[in-house]
């Protein structure tokens, strides 16, 4: 499979709990993208990385979320203390250059009860 | 003012018909123009980029108006499988990262 993958597809977590999103993306692909849409609308940028670096951050971005790209390669994103609010789909997407476009992973559902 | 706007429809055709989308953006120094379709709780896919010439992709076709900061798509000859949102993309003003709009939705019907 040469597409992005995430993990999980979905998680459901009591409100006050941590949850941790994985997602690794085409391997050739130095720039990674994590997003987050909610029911109509579309997706809203949190963070992006270039290799490990992580190059910007959305003001979306709360102390509540850290993301992480270790070596250059598949990427964490964390929530702490999740909130309601956090519900959504978590989209991770990575590409060579933006010129091109991005490949979206199938995305990780969040729901918080 | 929203970066990149989009009428969030529904818009509702008939099989056949032609429908046309327009968006507008708010970045003067974007270089890069995509548009997107979303299936109903799937993740986006590249459907086209748009180029300053306009570009034609079987009965999609999409145009740049840079001096009006808006973006459209024609559908022509619409089917079914056409209902979809379908996603206004325009990179900011760094190039790093794209920005979406919030959507079109169409509904073809038989």
């Known amino acids: 499979d040469t597409g992005v993958s995430q993990d999980p597809r979905h998680k459901i977590t009591k409100r006050g709990q941590n949850v941790t999103f994985r997602c690794d993306p085409i391997?050739?692909?130095?720039?990674l993208y994590w997003y987050r849409q909610t029911l109509g609308q579309g997706p809203e940028f949190l963070t992006y990385?270039?290799?490990?670096?992580?190059?910007?951050k959305s003001r979306l971005l709360s102390d509540r979320f850290s993301a992480e790209r270790p070596k250059g390669s598949f990427s964490t994103l964390e929530i702490q203390r999740t909130e309601q609010g956090d519900s959504a789909m978590y989209l991770c997407?990575?590409?060579?250059?933006?010129?091109?476009?991005?490949?979206f992973g199938s995305g990780t559902r969040l729901t918080v009860v | 003012r929203k970066e990149v706007e989009q009428d969030p429809g529904p818009f509702n055709v008939p099989e056949g018909a032609t429908v046309a989308f327009n968006c507008t953006y708010s970045?003067?120094?974007?270089?890069?123009f995509f548009w997107y379709r979303q299936d109903c709780r799937k993740e986006p896919k590249l459907l086209m980029s748009?180029?300053?010439s306009g570009n034609e992709d079987g009965r999609f076709t999409a145009q740049l108006n840079r001096a009006s900061q808006y973006i459209s798509l024609l559908i022509r000859d619409s089917k079914l499988s056409d209902s979809a949102t379908y996603l206004c993309?325009?990179?900011?003003?760094?190039?790093?990262?794209?920005?979406f709009g919030g959507g079109t939705r169409l509904m073809v019907k038989p």
């Open positions: 748009v180029y300053s």
């Open positions: 391997s050739e692909h130095n720039r």
């Open positions: 990385f270039q290799n490990e670096a992580q190059l910007e």
């Open positions: 997407a990575s590409s060579l250059t933006v010129f091109y476009g991005y490949t």
């Open positions: 993309v325009v990179n900011d003003n760094a190039g790093n990262m794209l920005t």
């Open positions: 970045n003067s120094a974007s270089q890069s």
